[in-house]
């Protein structure tokens, strides 16, 4: 099982109904200035100890000196890391670091082996992600998240569940977020062994978000991107120890959290054709999954719980329409 980090106490139950009349400042940009950079396996260093990670890297950090929590965020299937930059922005802008790893190319590797490749590049960090950073610009870890969209939320969830074994998982997470998570489809290799689901509940406790989207099931070539029996709904059941949150995009599809414009061909081609996309604009959907994260992480890492609140009691704060939310918290020990 991986190593979980306790999370501050905080209690998020839902406030009553009604208790907030306009959007919540989570929603917008935040106070910091984002700043992004690539690391690549050969990268020089701010400073004069190279320490190069294990796979290519773009990273996003607010401009302003300070201390700031990590978020690991990993991409999509085929996906560039890189077409996540306006969501990258929003967190930073928050005063988060987000690290994305570029675990492969093309073709995905099997499930398991992109897992154990997702683990090197967190046991890097501790050593290594500060020589790639200003220095008054300090990562904090010990309050670090975990996220991933799609095959990326997979490998999130599968890194808390303890499927790392070549290297063992070294760092303590805090807390894991799922953007449309989805559990595995064999012809793409994204299956585990043991598929991920055959759990029924899964065997850790740090708490979780899972923010799904409404059209992610229908089909737009032969299959799904997100089908009903792998998706979001699925992966938010069987956080049965963890207090967990459940969101529901209604009207936007899987892919509509990414870049308008995905800078890499491939996954601008992935970004439109592959899946049933939202006929709305994406930047809301972005702004309101960037949202829904720093309120949550500011619940549980800073004890301040006020907007997670708000926004479990009186979903109409949120930028777009979400058909559904729902919190249970982990059960009393």
């Known amino acids: 099982m991986a190593t979980a980090a306790d999370s501050k106490p905080v209690s998020v139950e839902a406030k009553p109904a009604g208790s907030a009349t306009a959007t919540l400042s989570v929603f917008s940009n935040g106070p910091y200035t984002p700043k992004p950079i690539t690391v690549k396996t050969s990268?020089?260093?701010?400073?004069?100890?190279?320490?190069?990670?294990?796979?290519?890297?773009?990273?996003?950090?607010?401009?302003?000196?300070?201390?700031?929590?990590?978020?690991?965020?990993?991409?999509?299937?085929?996906?560039?890391n890189t077409s996540y930059s306006k969501l990258f922005d929003h967190l930073a802008s928050h005063g988060y670091i987000v690290v994305s790893p570029q675990l492969y190319n093309l073709m995905p590797p099997k499930g398991n082996k992109e897992v154990d490749a997702a683990a090197e590049v967190i046991n890097w960090l501790p050593k290594g992600l500060q020589s790639h950073l200003p220095e008054n610009v300090v990562a904090d870890l010990n309050y670090s998240a975990l996220m991933g969209h799609?095959?990326?939320?997979?490998?999130?969830?599968?890194?808390?569940?303890?499927?790392?074994?070549?290297?063992?998982?070294?760092?303590?997470?805090?807390?894991?977020?799922?953007?449309?998570?989805?559990?595995?489809?064999p012809y793409f290799h994204s299956e585990l062994d043991p598929p991920i689901l055959d759990y029924e509940s899964f065997n850790f406790s740090i708490p979780v978000t899972v923010i799904g989207t409404g059209l992610?099931?229908?089909a737009k070539c032969v299959v799904p991107c997100a089908p009903e029996k792998e998706n979001h709904q699925q992966f938010f059941n069987r956080c049965t120890s963890s207090d967990r949150a459940h969101f529901d995009a209604t009207y936007y599809g899987h892919m509509d959290v990414l870049d308008d414009y995905p800078p890499d061909f491939k996954s601008l081609a992935i970004s439109k054709c592959m899946c049933t996309n939202g006929t709305?604009?994406?930047?809301?959907?972005?702004?309101?999954?960037?949202?829904?994260?720093?309120?949550?992480?500011?619940?549980?890492?800073?004890?301040?719980?006020?907007?997670?609140?708000?926004?479990?009691?009186?979903?109409?704060v949120a930028p777009i329409t979400l058909g559904q939310v729902e919190f249970i918290p982990a059960p009393s020990s």
């Open 43 to 80: 990268s020089r260093c701010f400073n004069s100890s190279p320490s190069p990670p294990p796979k290519p890297l773009f990273v996003v950090f607010p401009d302003n000196q300070g201390k700031y929590n990590v978020i690991l965020f990993f991409p999509g299937t085929s996906v560039s």
């Open 150 to 185: 799609s095959r990326g939320g997979l490998t999130a969830f599968a890194l808390a569940q303890g499927y790392a074994t070549n290297p063992p998982l070294g760092l303590k997470f805090s807390a894991l977020v799922g953007v449309d998570p989805v559990a595995g489809i």
């Open 216 to 218: 992610g099931g229908l």
């Open 280 to 316: 709305l604009p994406r930047q809301p959907m972005r702004q309101c999954v960037g949202g829904i994260a720093v309120a949550f992480l500011k619940a549980y890492f800073d004890s301040e719980g006020d907007d997670f609140k708000t926004v479990l009691a009186d979903p109409s």
